[in-house]
Every structure is written in structure tokens, then in C-alpha cells.
T-cell receptor, first 115, second 114 residues
Framework: ETGVTQTPRHLVMGMTNKKSLKCEQH?????MYWYKQSAKKPLELMFV???????ENNSVPSRFSPECPNSSHLFLHLHTLQPEDSALYLC??????????????FGEGSRLTVL | GENVEQHPSTLSVQEGDSAVIKCTYS??????FPWYKQELGKRPQLIID?????GEKKDQRIAVTLNKTAKHFSLHITETQPEDSAVYFC?????????????FGKGTKLTVNP
């Protein structure tokens, strides 16, 4: 196990719904990430948090709202999504401080379908 | 911003042959180049990485080479086995304040035929 868990694994929602994706890492890492994986743009970076502070917002539409209450938890709040937002959403974490590599440890992903 | 191009998009080899996947990057400030393997239905996992102060790195059957002048790097898999079948992603990044801003290539689907 990589120590990064995501829930739910599958989510189907309508365009007017509000839902949230959850990610938790048990690795003691200081950085957490949201990636979107779709057929058109594999592994597209969305957000980066370092020590629970957002350091990157890769021009993501405001219908995606991240939240990082602490270094171990990361949420992605979803509202008024579009069908083209259907994709696999991957959470990842990494430890850079004092480490030799910036290896990303990914979760299993949350498969989102927007109807 | 950084842009990473990866080729080929699909690659089919016979078991025992070698496979080579190539990537180019645009930002000369990038200093970290990892490769991730994603098996069908599973999460991406790091298989090897290289930093800009090294030209080549090898780990058993896999190796990565880096040409900073030309801004390209390659993954080499020798003696391929069916379990090497997966999608491989290259990436490039600069370390920024303790986190990585990795930009990934579009992936190469490798199929190793028995």
C-alpha cells in the first residue's frame, strides 16, 4: 500500500449536484496534489498544497474548490460540474524536506462521471 | 510554463526485445525527470528518476538518459517481459519551496507480446 487513500472510488453526479472527494495520506508527507486523468490530457496537475498552503492553482475552473485542513487531508469540492469534467481524479503526496527525491505517491483515484 | 512531449504514444515489442521511449521538455530550469508506470486500472508508480546533474542512471533492466543541452531524456527497458506492459509517463519539474510541480507527458502504452 502506498499510504494514500481516496474516497469515494466511484462517483456519479448530476450537473447541479454538490459533492466532495476526499484524500488522506499516512506517510507524513508535507505536500499534497490533485491531478486529473482523462483520455485527452493524461495526468494534468490541478492543485498543489505544501504544508497545507496552496502553492499552485493550474488555471482550474472555480467549480472545483480544494481544501487542505492539515498536511494529511485534502478535499476537492465539486459543484455545477460539466460532462467534460468526467475523469479519474488522482490525489498524490510527496516529501521534499530533507529528502533526495520528490517521488509522488498516488492514491487509487476517484472515478467521476458527470451526467 | 513547462511543456513535455512524449513519443511514441504506443509501442509494441516482442518479449526479450528492448523498448525506448523519448521525451523532450521546454523549460531549461527543470531539474528533475521521473518516469512513472501505470498498469491497467492501477495508480501510477515511480520506476526511475534522474536529476540534471546526472547524465544516465540504471536500475536493473531499466535506464534513463538525460541530455540537458538538447532538453530531452529517454527511458530504456531491456529484455522486456509481459509484465512490463503498461502506460509509461515521463515528467519534468522544478522543485519549488518543498513541493514538486510535475508536468507529465501524454504517456506511452507499451505492449510486450509473449
Amino acid at each position: 500500500e502506498t499510504g494514500v487513500t481516496q474516497t469515494p472510488r466511484h462517483l456519479v453526479m448530476g450537473m447541479t449536484n454538490k459533492k466532495s472527494l476526499k484524500c488522506e495520506q499516512h506517510l507524513g508527507h508535507n505536500a499534497m496534489y490533485w491531478y486529473k486523468q482523462s483520455a485527452k490530457k493524461p495526468l494534468e496537475l490541478m492543485f498543489v498544497y505544501n504544508f497545507k498552503e496552496q502553492t499552485e492553482n493550474n488555471s482550474v475552473p472555480s467549480r472545483f474548490s480544494p481544501e487542505c485542513p492539515n498536511s494529511s487531508h485534502l478535499f476537492l469540492h465539486l459543484h455545477t460540474l460539466q460532462p467534460e469534467d468526467s475523469a479519474l481524479y488522482l490525489c498524490a503526496s510527496s516529501q521534499r524536506a530533507g529528502g533526495d527525491t520528490g517521488e509522488l505517491f498516488f492514491g487509487e483515484g476517484s472515478r467521476l462521471t458527470v451526467l | 510554463g513547462e511543456n513535455v512531449e512524449q513519443h511514441p504514444s504506443t509501442l509494441s515489442v516482442q518479449e526479450g526485445d528492448s523498448a525506448v521511449i523519448k521525451c523532450t521538455y521546454s523549460d531549461s530550469a527543470s531539474n528533475y525527470f521521473p518516469w512513472y508506470k501505470q498498469e491497467l486500472g492501477k495508480r501510477p508508480q515511480l520506476i526511475i528518476d534522474i536529476r540534471s546533474n546526472v547524465g544516465e542512471k540504471k536500475d536493473q533492466r531499466i535506464a534513463v538518459t538525460l541530455n540537458k543541452t538538447a532538453k530531452h531524456f529517454s527511458l530504456h527497458i531491456t529484455e522486456t517481459q509481459p509484465e512490463d506492459s503498461a502506460v509509461y509517463f515521463c515528467a519534468a519539474s522544478q522543485t519549488q519551496g518543498g513541493s514538486e510541480k510535475l508536468v507529465f507527458g501524454k504517456g506511452t502504452k507499451l505492449t510486450v507480446n509473449p
